[in-house]
């Protein structure tokens, strides 16, 4: 049985930071590039950040985090992380983790091209 559990969001004032884990089990975690999306109250889904299967893969943010947000991985504890600095309010959202198998190097930035997805963690970001 496949489970990405996230974990690390919370309430953080405007400027400030976290970091948000997520540890797969029960996959391949070295053939799946791994995604970051998030989901604000009233809004859909949206694409944040991927990086791909290798730990030395590329990366792809959205335009609203560039900057802001890194994304890496160690594929030796299964986890993915997603730094986030200079938090905004516009921030404030579920963030969810997903996995995507691909060829090396791949970036997958739509929601319908990840498999697994795990239950999201909140991030709240107060102004």
């Known amino acids: 049985q496949v489970q990405l559990v996230e974990s690390g969001g919370g309430l953080v004032q405007a400027g400030g930071s976290l970091r948000l884990s997520c540890t797969a089990s029960?996959?391949?975690?070295?053939?799946?590039?791994m995604g970051w999306f998030r989901q604000a109250p009233g809004k859909e889904r949206e694409f944040v950040a991927v990086?791909?299967?290798?730990?030395?893969?590329?990366?792809y943010f959205t335009d609203s985090v560039k900057g802001r947000f890194t994304i890496s991985r160690d594929n030796a504890k299964k986890t993915v992380y997603l730094q986030m600095n200079s938090l905004k309010s516009e921030d404030t959202a579920d963030y969810y983790c997903a996995a995507a198998a691909t060829v090396f190097g791949a970036t997958p930035r739509k929601h319908d091209e990840y498999t697994y997805w795990g239950q999201g963690t909140q991030v709240t970001v107060s102004s």
């Open positions: 990086i791909s299967r290798d730990e030395r893969g590329n990366t």
């Open positions: 029960g996959l391949t975690f070295s053939v799946y590039a």
